[in-house]
């Protein structure tokens, strides 16, 4: 065995699933088609986001690098949602690309256990009985043989570049696809299909107009992971503009020239990030739809254009770009296009991220069907721990649906299936309350500690941290509301003899902690005050939440045997029994949740199951 | 062994029609194999067999031990997804006797047929999609049903008024819910929806809500009828009107007895509405100790009583128990009787004249009970007509009632945490909680031990 572990694919998933694996002491290859390339960001300059930025502090809290790198390139910050509630509050930041890359691959290079090798995989290797990962085949020929392989191809699988009528084999611009991979996939069995997606054009910063646009300054930086205190890194300005009528009428005149809409791209491409085209043909009562102009790094003058991902012709892609205030005299540096890719169906995969078709093989990111580089990298981190645990013979690391955003990503992904690219949203977690971005360490630094993945560090910084939180607590419940403190705000007349912890569940004294704590600020850091406050204001909604929860919770938790013969269940439709049989759902929660699987389907086999229990 | 209650995969037969001497019996059976293991019994096996469905086959019933007939039959096949049940399955319509049904029955079950426990019909349907909850509970009420009104409303929610009406509520909570969801899920900046919840269109839903929650009081009325109590002091006459007023409604089936000897309780209809129309004629005054119980039984009876008829011996004139009696219910409806006798008095103010003698002030009599009752039902005269003209909605069963009661206390939840201005993640919850309940009634979201209640209520064969 030339390795324990190989990983294929350097980027989000990527980087996680080696360093993980390497750090868990396995011996470990990176193979990618070029190191120059590790850890680039194909698409937006930015991390995090609504839902996204949970993930990122759950993969830091988990132990994984893309906090660190973020942290460590970031060029602007802000919270998202501030006015809509703390659960749904998310930090996102743009990012110096470049730098960015760079990090990653330092993290990489100096991490011991890890060899990187640049070379492209064509096709698998299994044992004899064709049900158990024994290496890989390259390009040139390597046969590298290994125990547990980590697949993250992202969008280079059989992958094919479009430009108006201009198409080409390619992974990103100007970066050869992976070909051979997916077809041979393809021919051992495993299902394989088509998904797209696109990515905007740059433009030169120079050639800008910005006193037509509006500039969006970001925030007082705050880090991304856990283990850093504070950050100072430049902070650049984005801007932002509108399309007009005129560019409308550009993108309708030229829709005839659009590969998408003249056919030949037969992938599906993620709904939820459109392009600029598919946005006008859908809300053709839009008068105008919203571009965010964004640095692409500190020493670039490159410019990322947030909302106009489109696969139309060049000359059209400057006319729009050129229609647009601001843009008018924009120099086009890189044009926009739409690439598509292999992917594999994740339903044929457990929840540890490993293959139900060959044992030792792990999938994670794109090659799963999500999109965006937190989702990658979060499954990443899983199929790195769960490809060590397959290696060591330990149970796999599965996290709940209530525990992170990571198990509702997997959970998503292994048993609904997907039919187009999937992203994480907060309204995917039916317990988001518990899932707040500020609690990330508090839920998964425990297990990164037992897994191993956690740095002494990292566990002294959360020990010092959990003791402080539980310390604000305990003064917050030992303050109580006198008639002394009437005067101080309206409405605490109605709390005498509570104490703040206890108060601050009323809605309209949410701000009363600084006026009836004053002391706190100057004794602890300012988020573990935060986190502490919002576990005391939220603790009313998250039990509600819970009890809401709880109301399926009984049957979600039914377990499924997995030699439960859905075929010879009688009641059953045909196309349920089919779905059941190919997904094998582990509990009642996951069978119900599969398209297809009807109201009845799930009733029956709750029945059947509960007289299983039973017998 | 006892058979697993909900056991889908065995093939069940059971009478659907009352057991006992009739022209016409019906005994159903459905599962898989249905039609084949018929066939066995059937002296066209290859004509049953073959039959394609939604057909009827005429035959015999045929003992396969001795080729003897047993009756001259028609068989209605239904094959999956057709059919009530959506199962593969027979209608047997045999000779009402009951000779016959219980040798059919004895040979369907030595086929592999398991005699089918109450509500496996309904619950298999159900599992089909063939039903949702309030329909199959709505099949119960349907066969216990005690007035037209009952009847009307039972059926209108077999044909899926209340599920709709209740789908539709339910589609308002989510559209607000996946509006909300939307804007938590799309940072403000980026084109989102402004804005908040909006704190008039949740008072809309929540008032539908309750509007359906409101009306179960009146719909379990309908299951039972109102209950009309005939007082009065002893020789009043009041035998003698509950009487005449039980002729008043000509459908009259059966005169009932009621739980005890002390009183006899009759349904009868006014107009449409279902009455259960009580005489305490068996209850006396306390004169000593054994009396006493009767009396305070009485009293409860008055207490539990939708309306009271009070009726007076105009010959004897108002008493101070009548008084007492009047002054302590106000509401009663005051007959002042026997107005055909020369002795008979004025009738005070507000007093109905009638004669249990010559008949005569009986009609204005049952009007003016049917007056009486009629707010408890919730109606005005024209929603009525409407409600039996078109279909307007009740609810009927105690799970229904809790699970609107739920919803609503959670749309006011959500309206108090708006008005406080609780975060819009946080407000989200009862919208959720709302939505649950209402999915819960139609069985949406279902546990095993609400089919299972739902379900073992059943009569046989339905």
């Given at each position: 065995?030339?390795?324990?572990?190989?990983?294929?694919?350097?980027?989000?998933?990527?980087?996680?699933?080696?360093?993980?694996?390497?750090?868990?002491?396995?011996?470990?290859?990176?193979?990618?088609?070029?190191?120059?390339?590790?850890?680039?960001?194909?698409?937006?300059?930015?991390?995090?986001?609504?839902?996204?930025?949970?993930?990122?502090?759950?993969?830091?809290?988990?132990?994984?690098?893309?906090?660190?790198?973020?942290?460590?390139?970031?060029?602007?910050?802000?919270?998202?949602?501030?006015?809509?509630?703390?659960?749904?509050?998310?930090?996102?930041?743009?990012?110096?690309?470049?730098?960015?890359?760079?990090?990653?691959?330092?993290?990489?290079?100096?991490?011991?256990?890890?060899?990187?090798?640049?070379?492209?995989?064509?096709?698998?290797?299994?044992?004899?009985?064709?049900?158990?990962?024994?290496?890989?085949?390259?390009?040139?020929?390597?046969?590298?043989?290994?125990?547990?392989?980590?697949?993250?191809?992202?969008?280079?699988?059989?992958?094919?570049?479009?430009?108006?009528?201009?198409?080409?084999?390619?992974?990103?611009?100007?970066?050869?696809?992976?070909?051979?991979?997916?077809?041979?996939?393809?021919?051992?069995?495993?299902?394989?299909?088509?998904?797209?997606?696109?990515?905007?054009?740059?433009?030169?910063?120079?050639?800008?107009?910005?006193?037509?646009?509006?500039?969006?300054?970001?925030?007082?930086?705050?880090?991304?992971?856990?283990?850093?205190?504070?950050?100072?890194?430049?902070?650049?300005?984005?801007?932002?503009?509108?399309?007009?009528?005129?560019?409308?009428?550009?993108?309708?005149?030229?829709?005839?020239?659009?590969?998408?809409?003249?056919?030949?791209?037969?992938?599906?491409?993620?709904?939820?990030?459109?392009?600029?085209?598919?946005?006008?043909?859908?809300?053709?009562?839009?008068?105008?739809?919203?571009?965010?102009?964004?640095?692409?790094?500190?020493?670039?003058?490159?410019?990322?254009?947030?909302?106009?991902?489109?696969?139309?012709?060049?000359?059209?892609?400057?006319?729009?770009?050129?229609?647009?205030?601001?843009?008018?005299?924009?120099?086009?540096?890189?044009?926009?296009?739409?690439?598509?890719?292999?992917?594999?169906?994740?339903?044929?995969?457990?929840?540890?991220?490993?293959?139900?078709?060959?044992?030792?093989?792990?999938?994670?990111?794109?090659?799963?069907?999500?999109?965006?580089?937190?989702?990658?990298?979060?499954?990443?981190?899983?199929?790195?721990?769960?490809?060590?645990?397959?290696?060591?013979?330990?149970?796999?690391?599965?996290?709940?649906?209530?525990?992170?955003?990571?198990?509702?990503?997997?959970?998503?992904?292994?048993?609904?299936?997907?039919?187009?690219?999937?992203?994480?949203?907060?309204?995917?977690?039916?317990?988001?309350?518990?899932?707040?971005?500020?609690?990330?360490?508090?839920?998964?630094?425990?297990?990164?500690?037992?897994?191993?993945?956690?740095?002494?560090?990292?566990?002294?910084?959360?020990?010092?941290?959990?003791?402080?939180?539980?310390?604000?607590?305990?003064?917050?419940?030992?303050?109580?509301?006198?008639?002394?403190?009437?005067?101080?705000?309206?409405?605490?007349?109605?709390?005498?003899?509570?104490?703040?912890?206890?108060?601050?569940?009323?809605?309209?004294?949410?701000?009363?902690?600084?006026?009836?704590?004053?002391?706190?600020?100057?004794?602890?850091?300012?988020?573990?005050?935060?986190?502490?406050?919002?576990?005391?204001?939220?603790?009313?909604?998250?039990?509600?939440?819970?009890?809401?929860?709880?109301?399926?919770?009984?049957?979600?938790?039914?377990?499924?045997?997995?030699?439960?013969?859905?075929?010879?269940?009688?009641?059953?439709?045909?196309?349920?029994?089919?779905?059941?049989?190919?997904?094998?759902?582990?509990?009642?929660?996951?069978?119900?949740?599969?398209?297809?699987?009807?109201?009845?389907?799930?009733?029956?086999?709750?029945?059947?199951?509960?007289?299983?229990?039973?017998? | 062994?006892?058979?697993?209650?909900?056991?889908?995969?065995?093939?069940?037969?059971?009478?659907?029609?009352?057991?006992?001497?009739?022209?016409?019996?019906?005994?159903?059976?459905?599962?898989?194999?249905?039609?084949?293991?018929?066939?066995?019994?059937?002296?066209?096996?290859?004509?049953?067999?073959?039959?394609?469905?939604?057909?009827?086959?005429?035959?015999?019933?045929?003992?396969?031990?001795?080729?003897?007939?047993?009756?001259?039959?028609?068989?209605?096949?239904?094959?999956?997804?057709?059919?009530?049940?959506?199962?593969?399955?027979?209608?047997?319509?045999?000779?009402?006797?009951?000779?016959?049904?219980?040798?059919?029955?004895?040979?369907?079950?030595?086929?592999?047929?398991?005699?089918?426990?109450?509500?496996?019909?309904?619950?298999?349907?159900?599992?089909?999609?063939?039903?949702?909850?309030?329909?199959?509970?709505?099949?119960?009420?349907?066969?216990r049903a005690g007035s037209?009104g009952a009847?009307?409303?039972?059926?209108?929610?077999?044909?899926?008024?209340?599920?709709?009406?209740?789908?539709?509520?339910?589609?308002?909570?989510?559209?607000?819910?996946?509006?909300?969801?939307?804007?938590?899920?799309?940072?403000?900046?980026?084109?989102?929806?402004?804005?908040?919840?909006?704190?008039?269109?949740?008072?809309?839903?929540?008032?539908?809500?309750?509007?359906?929650?409101?009306?179960?009081?009146?719909?379990r009325l309908y299951e039972r009828g109102a209950r009309a109590i005939v007082a009065g002091r002893p020789n009043a006459g009041k035998s003698s009107l509950f009487n005449l007023l039980v002729r008043e409604d000509?459908s009259i089936v059966a005169t009932d007895p009621g739980t005890t000897r002390d009183w006899i309780e009759t349904a009868i209809e006014l107009?449409?509405l279902p009455v259960r129309l009580v005489d305490t004629a068996g209850l006396r005054e306390a004169e000593?100790e054994i009396e006493a119980e009767g009396v305070s039984r009485s009293r409860r009876l008055v207490e539990e009583s939708e309306a009271v008829i009070y009726v007076?011996?105009?010959?004897?004139?108002?008493?101070?128990?009548?008084?007492?009696f009047?002054?302590s219910r106000?509401?009663s409806l005051?007959v002042?009787?026997?107005?055909?006798?020369?002795?008979?008095?004025?009738?005070?103010?507000?007093?109905?004249?009638?004669?249990a003698?010559?008949?005569?002030?009986?009609?204005?009599l049952a009007?003016?009970l049917r007056?009486r009752i009629?707010?408890r039902?919730?109606?005005?005269?024209?929603?009525?007509?409407?409600?039996?003209?078109?279909?307007?909605?009740?609810?009927?069963?105690?799970?229904?009632?809790?699970?609107?009661?739920?919803?609503?206390?959670?749309?006011?939840?959500?309206?108090?945490?708006?008005?406080?201005?609780?975060?819009?993640?946080?407000?989200?919850?009862?919208?959720?909680?709302?939505?649950?309940?209402?999915?819960?009634?139609?069985?949406?979201?279902?546990?095993?031990?609400?089919?299972?209640?739902?379900?073992?209520?059943?009569?046989?064969?339905?």
């Amino acid at each position: 065995m030339d390795y324990e572990a190989i990983v294929v694919g350097g980027g989000h998933a990527g980087i996680e699933a080696a360093l993980a694996l390497a750090r868990l002491g396995r011996r470990t290859l990176m193979v990618t088609q070029d190191i120059d390339a590790v850890g680039r960001m194909s698409c937006n300059p930015s991390v995090g986001g609504l839902s996204k930025g949970n993930l990122v502090r759950e993969v830091d809290a988990l132990g994984g690098q893309m906090g660190l790198l973020i942290d460590a390139s970031m060029i602007q910050y802000r919270v998202l949602n501030r006015s809509r509630g703390p659960a749904v509050q998310a930090p996102r930041a743009q990012a110096d690309k470049a730098l960015y890359s760079g990090f990653a691959r330092q993290a990489l290079e100096s991490q011991s256990s890890l060899e990187l090798f640049m070379d492209t995989v064509v096709d698998i290797m299994l044992d004899s009985s064709g049900r158990r990962i024994e290496g890989i085949v390259t390009e040139r020929g390597n046969r590298i043989g290994c125990r547990a392989l980590v697949l993250t191809t992202g969008t280079f699988m059989e992958a094919r570049l479009f430009i108006g009528e201009w198409s080409a084999p390619g992974g990103r611009l100007g970066e050869p696809a992976a070909l051979g991979l997916g077809d041979a996939l393809r021919r051992r069995g495993f299902r394989v299909g088509r998904f797209k997606t696109g990515t905007p054009a740059r433009v030169k910063g120079s050639s800008l107009d910005y006193c037509e646009m509006e500039r969006q300054d970001g925030e007082a930086q705050e880090p991304f992971s856990f283990l850093h205190e504070k950050i100072a890194r430049p902070s650049l300005p984005c801007w932002i503009t509108y399309t007009t009528a005129e560019t409308h009428r550009v993108i309708r005149a030229g829709l005839g020239r659009s590969p998408l809409y003249g056919g030949a791209i037969k992938g599906k491409g993620p709904r939820y990030c459109p392009s600029i085209e598919d946005k006008v043909m859908r809300f053709p009562d839009r008068e105008r739809h919203q571009v965010f102009v964004e640095p692409e790094g500190e020493y670039t003058d490159e410019m990322y254009l947030n909302g106009l991902s489109s696969s139309l012709p060049e000359d059209i892609q400057a006319a729009l770009i050129h229609s647009i205030p601001g843009l008018n005299h924009a120099v086009i540096v890189r044009p926009a296009y739409a690439v598509e890719y292999d992917y594999l169906d994740p339903s044929l995969l457990y929840a540890s991220l490993e293959s139900k078709i060959a044992g030792g093989l792990f999938v994670a990111g794109q090659t799963n069907g999500s999109s965006g580089y937190e989702e990658a990298a979060a499954q990443g981190l899983v199929a790195g721990i769960n490809a060590d645990r397959f290696l060591t013979g330990e149970e796999a690391l599965v996290l709940s649906r209530s525990e992170a955003y990571i198990g509702v990503l997997v959970d998503d992904l292994v048993t609904l299936g997907i039919d187009e690219p999937y992203r994480m949203f907060t309204s995917r977690a039916e317990r988001r309350l518990a899932l707040r971005q500020d609690t990330a360490d508090t839920r998964l630094t425990p297990l990164a500690k037992s897994i191993g993945l956690a740095t002494r560090e990292r566990i002294e910084r959360f020990e010092g941290k959990a003791a402080g939180i539980a310390e604000i607590k305990e003064l917050m419940k030992g303050r109580r509301i006198s008639r002394d403190d009437f005067l101080a705000m309206d409405g605490l007349i109605n709390h005498l003899g509570e104490s703040v912890h206890n108060v601050l569940r009323d809605p309209a004294l949410r701000n009363c902690l600084v006026t009836l704590l004053p002391g706190l600020g100057t004794r602890f850091p300012h988020g573990w005050i935060e986190t502490a406050e919002l576990d005391a204001r939220y603790e009313g909604y998250r039990e509600k939440e819970a009890r809401i929860a709880g109301r399926l919770e009984r049957s979600e938790r039914l377990r499924i045997p997995t030699d439960f013969d859905y075929l010879a269940m009688a009641g059953l439709s045909s196309e349920a029994a089919q779905k059941l049989s190919s997904t094998r759902p582990l509990t009642l929660g996951q069978a119900a949740r599969i398209p297809g699987v009807r109201r009845s389907d799930a009733a029956l086999l709750m029945i059947a199951l509960s007289r299983r229990g039973t017998a | 062994m006892q058979r697993s209650y909900f056991d889908a995969s065995r093939p069940i037969a059971a009478l659907a029609t009352v057991p006992g001497e009739s022209a016409l019996a019906v005994i159903r059976c459905a599962g898989p194999g249905a039609v084949d293991l018929v066939a066995g019994l059937f002296s066209r096996p290859a004509a049953l067999g073959s039959a394609r469905s939604m057909s009827l086959v005429h035959g015999e019933l045929v003992d396969p031990s001795d080729g003897a007939a047993v009756d001259e039959i028609l068989a209605a096949v239904f094959l999956s997804p057709d059919g009530p049940i959506g199962e593969d399955g027979v209608e047997l319509y045999c000779h009402g006797s009951p000779a016959v049904i219980r040798k059919a029955l004895s040979l369907l079950e030595g086929a592999g047929f398991a005699p089918a426990l109450p509500g496996e019909f309904t619950f298999r349907a159900f599992l089909h999609g063939k039903t949702d909850l309030v329909k199959a509970e709505a099949v119960q009420e349907l066969v216990r049903a005690g007035s037209e009104g009952a009847r009307v409303e039972a059926l209108r929610r077999l044909e899926g008024g209340l599920s709709r009406a209740l789908a539709s509520v339910r589609e308002a909570i989510v559209d607000v819910l996946a509006e909300v969801e939307a804007r938590l899920d799309y940072a403000e900046d980026d084109d989102s929806p402004a804005g908040g919840l909006d704190p008039d269109s949740l008072q809309r839903i929540r008032d539908r809500v309750a509007l359906l929650a409101a009306s179960y009081v009146s719909g379990r009325l309908y299951e039972r009828g109102a209950r009309a109590i005939v007082a009065g002091r002893p020789n009043a006459g009041k035998s003698s009107l509950f009487n005449l007023l039980v002729r008043e409604d000509r459908s009259i089936v059966a005169t009932d007895p009621g739980t005890t000897r002390d009183w006899i309780e009759t349904a009868i209809e006014l107009g449409g509405l279902p009455v259960r129309l009580v005489d305490t004629a068996g209850l006396r005054e306390a004169e000593g100790e054994i009396e006493a119980e009767g009396v305070s039984r009485s009293r409860r009876l008055v207490e539990e009583s939708e309306a009271v008829i009070y009726v007076v011996d105009g010959c004897g004139g108002l008493s101070a128990a009548d008084v007492a009696f009047l002054e302590s219910r106000p509401d009663s409806l005051c007959v002042w009787n026997k107005v055909d006798a020369p002795s008979c008095a004025e009738a005070p103010a507000g007093f109905l004249r009638t004669s249990a003698a010559t008949g005569e002030g009986l009609s204005a009599l049952a009007e003016a009970l049917r007056e009486r009752i009629r707010p408890r039902f919730g109606l005005d005269e024209s929603a009525l007509s409407r409600s039996v003209a078109e279909g307007d909605i009740r609810i009927a069963s105690e799970r229904q009632k809790r699970l609107l009661d739920e919803a609503v206390a959670a749309l006011d939840s959500c309206r108090g945490e708006l008005d406080a201005r609780a975060p819009l993640d946080a407000l989200i919850l009862d919208l959720r909680e709302a939505a649950d309940s209402l999915g819960e009634i139609t069985g949406e979201i279902a546990s095993k031990e609400v089919l299972e209640a739902v379900f073992s209520r059943f009569c046989l064969g339905k």
